[in-house]
């Protein structure tokens, strides 16, 4: 197998789970049989894309439907997940410590932002509890281990993360603040190498969380039904995702037009994070577009034959 | 019912894979092959399986039980026939009109020339 192959291969591995669950083996065996050409690579990022912006759902029309509600359930809990590290992103730009321009317009469009985010954080999180004692109560039961690994990983994830962050205050409460080390001291290094670690941490679990989710629920064979509600959640949850997007956004020129208020690095944290929770609603309303169409597509009753 | 816009047209590589498959049942390579031979363009693997899905879902073409092989090959659905014979003849109306309309303006042309 040459680079070209390799490359191909690799390209494949990116495209959406349920186009290679379809097509992948295929696709493997024709590019096995081909001459590799650096052409065919270009034509596969292109495809990748198109499988991704515009996906199409293979089967009998009730299992389109299902996929449909799946993907579109899938997409926006991880676009809600990457809103939350942008939120964090920009709270810190602007908050930590607070600059002296966040007042008036910008300091009430950054506690709506808040609040938006801890409504929705509650309903995805309780009900994605429920979804979540849902799926791995029968997994379990069947002995799924495919179904029951990958479900487990959010609580993991979740637990290693509250280890961590639990660690990271008793180092702030007994070495940062008895010792009196600020960073730009000595030991500012290590300080700012542990804040780091803990950034990186939590990224990490986010995106596992999100990624185990996903893995579990595409494994489950969830039901129409239950896609259904899981859309309507979603939905929900995507409401939530704009409306940060529109605090962050009003915030953020707010402070821009007060003058004085974000500067140097924080602009760009401040601007990088609006620009990703703007991008991350774009995607959450498209995909939630396709899914209220699938939902509304075929009669109710069709529902529940597949649960 | 999907809508007609959605059918594939003459420059659709979905169009070039029914075509391909009018033949008879083929598998991915096979298509790749016989459309290369046929028409001059080659399709590359992302282009040809997001065809492949596009035509599946919309019950344009089925796949066939491969076996234990990887190489799935495909057919025309009932619907594909009456899809690919509609494209077609519209096509066929289309070239005819285009030859006599340009048989009538060469005279005029080599006129003007």
């Known amino acids: ?307 | 019912m999907p809508r007609v816009a959605d059918d594939p047209k003459w420059h659709d590589p979905g169009l070039l894979v029914m075509g391909s498959l009018a033949e008879g049942p083929k598998h991915g390579y096979a298509m790749v092959q016989d459309v290369e031979q046929t028409t001059g363009v080659r399709l590359g693997p992302g282009t040809l399986y997001g065809a492949i899905a596009r035509l599946e879902a919309r019950g344009l073409i089925e796949a066939l039980d491969g076996g234990e092989s990887r190489r799935r090959p495909y057919r025309l659905t009932g619907r594909g026939v009456e899809v690919l014979g509609q494209q077609l003849a519209t096509m066929q109306r289309f070239a005819g009109l285009g030859r006599r309309r340009l048989a009538r303006l060469s005279p005029v042309l080599r006129g003007a020339s």
């Not at chain 1, 001459?35 to 009998?60: E, K, S």
Request: proline content about 5%; overall charge positive; charged content about 15%.
């Open chain 1, 1 to 307: 197998m040459n680079a070209r192959s390799r490359l191909q291969r690799l390209l494949l591995a990116a495209y959406p789970p349920s186009f290679r669950h379809r097509y992948g083996d295929e696709m493997i065996s024709l590019i096995g049989d081909s001459d590799p050409r650096w052409r065919d690579c270009l034509d596969l990022i292109c495809g990748m894309g198109r499988a991704w912006t515009a996906p199409v759902f293979g089967g009998a029309p009730l299992q389109q439907r299902r996929l449909r509600l799946q993907a579109t359930t899938i997409t926006v809990l991880e676009a809600w997940c990457a809103s939350l590290l942008a939120a964090a992103a920009f709270s810190k730009s602007v908050d930590d410590p607070p600059l002296p321009a966040l007042q008036g317009v910008a300091s009430t469009a950054y506690d709506a932002g808040g609040v938006v985010l801890e409504v929705t954080a509650a309903i995805v999180l309780a009900t994605g509890f429920c979804f979540w004692l849902a799926l791995i109560v029968p997994a379990w039961r069947a002995r799924r281990r495919e179904v029951v690994l990958p479900a487990l990983g959010p609580a993991l994830f979740v637990g290693a993360w509250l280890g961590v962050t639990a660690l990271v205050a008793l180092f702030a409460h007994h070495y940062v603040s008895r010792a009196n080390v600020s960073l730009g001291s000595p030991r500012g290094g290590f300080i700012l190498a542990v804040l780091l670690a803990w950034v990186a941490v939590t990224v990490g679990c986010v995106v596992g969380c999100a990624a185990t989710a996903a893995v579990a629920l595409r494994r489950a064979d969830v039901g129409l039904t239950r896609l259904a509600a899981s859309t309507v959640v979603a939905g929900l949850a995507a409401v939530g995702v704009a409306g940060q997007a529109a605090a962050g956004v009003v915030c953020l020129v707010a402070l821009l037009r007060a003058g004085g208020g974000l500067q140097g690095r924080d602009t760009v944290f401040g601007a990088g994070s609006v620009v990703v929770l703007v991008m991350v609603t774009i995607i959450a309303a498209v995909s939630m577009a396709r899914g209220l169409k699938a939902l509304r597509s075929g009669p109710p009753t069709a529902l529940h034959q597949m649960t």
